[in-house]
């Protein structure tokens, strides 16, 4: 039982190119979570996918797509990467469904540079 | 809309002291509190939470936190620090209606002094 697993776990970027982060779980989560983590700003919501075949906007999704492949794996793409996505980001995931909350588990973070 | 302040982006202490981390926490339904932690390099592990029910909630390594409605607080202690509690300590709180995101604070970097 690996829990949620990023790939890949560094990345240095320039400007302009594009990549996909990926992430995967084994719990059999229904949601799934993109944050961004930069210095005393905390964590930020990207988008999440709250089941499988959705996804919705988080707090900062601009210059950011997701794709929820299938229960197990949410993808991040950044298809015009630039200085300012330099962060670390993590993929997170719960269980429930409809207005039941169960804590998310954590990946262990994909630090990315934009030059 | 949900926020959560913390007050003290560093606090030291030293080894055997009181832990005392602050958060408050702007919500306008009914809160579920969480405090995570993060060792360096690695993701965030959650220390406690709070739903409904008893108010001061025991997590893991000897940590506890107290929600108190009046004062929009949830406040995290620990009686005696060890130098294994160094890391970056996060408030968070569940968003309103049906969606699950939290909504974290800026963090609070503890260092244990020896």
């Known amino acids: 039982n690996a829990g949620v697993t990023q790939t890949p776990k560094f990345q240095v970027l320039k400007t302009g190119q594009s990549m996909t982060l990926q992430c995967a779980q084994d719990m059999n989560h229904n949601s799934m979570y993109w944050y961004r983590q930069d210095p005393g700003m905390g964590l930020r919501l990207i988008y999440y996918?709250?089941?499988?075949?959705?996804?919705d906007k988080g707090e900062v999704p601009n210059g950011y797509n997701v794709s929820r492949l299938n229960k197990r794996e949410f993808s991040l793409r950044l298809e015009s990467a630039a200085p300012s996505q330099t962060s670390v980001y993590f993929c997170?995931?719960?269980?429930?469904?409809?207005?039941?909350?169960?804590?998310?588990?954590f990946g262990p973070g994909t630090r990315l540079t934009v030059l | 809309a949900q926020s959560v302040t913390q007050l003290g982006s560093h606090v030291s202490v030293s080894e055997g002291a009181l832990v005392l981390l602050r958060c408050n926490y702007s919500s306008s339904v009914p809160p579920y509190l969480f405090w995570y932690v993060q060792y360096p390099n690695q993701g965030l592990q959650l220390l406690l939470k709070?739903?409904?029910?008893?108010?001061l909630v025991k997590g893991i390594n000897g940590f506890e936190a107290e929600f108190k409605k009046s004062e929009t607080s949830f406040h995290l202690t620990k009686p005696s620090a060890h130098m294994s509690d160094a890391a970056e300590y996060f408030c968070?709180?569940?968003?309103?209606?049906?969606?699950?995101?939290?909504?974290f604070g800026s963090g609070t970097r503890l260092q244990v002094q020896p």
């Open positions: 968070a709180v569940k968003g309103g209606g049906g969606r699950r995101a939290l909504t």
């Open positions: 996918s709250a089941s499988e075949g959705t996804t």
């Open positions: 709070y739903t409904t029910g008893a108010t």
């Open positions: 997170a995931s719960s269980s429930g469904r409809g207005y039941t909350y169960n804590e998310q588990f």
